[in-house]
């Protein structure tokens, strides 16, 4: 089931990204990670900028998060994550739906070039790479 989160979410959100990140790690460049991933102030400084999570919730557990932030005139994807022994299942497609079914003028996200299964995931469901610049 998909549903916004709000503050009680804090930790399930925290856990999430720190649980699902762990593949980053030996991927991305070494001075980028960091134990945890996120520190928990790193993500409530997000969220008090503007990151607003949705979630994915299954046996009334939420098991995948994704975070948007306006930024200018664009709406910018800040965090897709979706518990290890939950990824491959359509969560994140079911997530990023989400956010594509009526989407803003422009709406872009950011991840590691390293991170090729998170690049052809965005590029299976339509989205382009722009040049580094």
Not at 1 to 15: Q, S, T, V
Request: proline residues 8%; aromatic residues 12%.
């Amino acid at each position: 089931m998909l549903r916004p989160c709000g503050p009680e979410d804090f930790a399930a959100i925290h856990a999430i990204i720190n649980d699902a990140a762990a593949i980053y790690r030996g991927r991305i460049p070494e001075d980028c990670w960091h134990e945890p991933y996120m520190p928990p102030e790193a993500l409530q400084r997000d969220i008090s900028e503007g990151v607003t999570f949705w979630g994915w919730e299954a046996a009334g557990a939420l098991i995948g998060v994704m975070g948007y932030q306006r930024v200018a005139d664009a709406f910018l994807i800040r965090h897709a994550y979706v518990l290890p022994a939950h990824q491959s299942k359509g969560i994140g497609h079911r997530l990023l739906t989400h956010f594509t079914a009526a989407p803003p003028p422009r709406l872009m996200v950011g991840t590691w070039r390293a991170a090729s299964w998170a690049i052809a995931f965005y590029e299976r469901h339509g989205f382009v790479r722009v040049p580094t610049e």
